[in-house]
């Protein structure tokens, strides 16, 4: 079991540059792949980015490509997502989550409550 917790959202002006973070608990962090997600309201949820084990590999979703930036410190079990160049289509609530696998197209065995962040224009 891998417990996550998301923390660093809020309200930003556009053109914010927030960094979320993402702590885990319980089993090893560092055998999991971690990926991010969002979802604006009454929209599906999108992939944002993933980093494989050792955060040698990134993925990134068109949408955020070149303005968000994912990294992680095993040392701290945490895993970050730093947001460049806000617009309000990024207000959603994002999510963190751990899988045993690295791709585009992976399952997440578990996921964080969630935090939001709201862009202003």
């Known amino acids: 079991q891998v417990q996550l917790v998301e923390s660093g959202g809020g309200l930003v002006q556009a053109g914010g540059s927030p960094r979320l973070s993402c702590a885990a608990s319980?089993?090893?962090?560092?055998?999991?792949?971690m990926g991010w997600f969002r979802q604006a309201q009454g929209k599906d949820r999108d992939f944002v980015g993933a980093i494989s084990w050792s955060g040698g590999s990134t993925l990134y979703a068109d949408s955020v490509k070149g303005r968000f930036t994912i990294s992680r410190d095993n040392a701290k079990n945490t895993v970050y997502l730093q947001m460049n160049s806000l617009k309000p289509e990024d207000t959603a609530v994002y999510y963190c989550?751990?899988?045993?696998?690295?791709?585009?197209?992976?399952?997440?065995?578990?996921w964080g409550q969630g935090t939001q962040v709201t862009v202003s224009s």
């Open positions: 989550a751990a899988s045993n696998s690295f791709g585009w197209s992976v399952q997440y065995d578990y």
């Open positions: 319980g089993r090893t962090f560092s055998r999991f792949a």
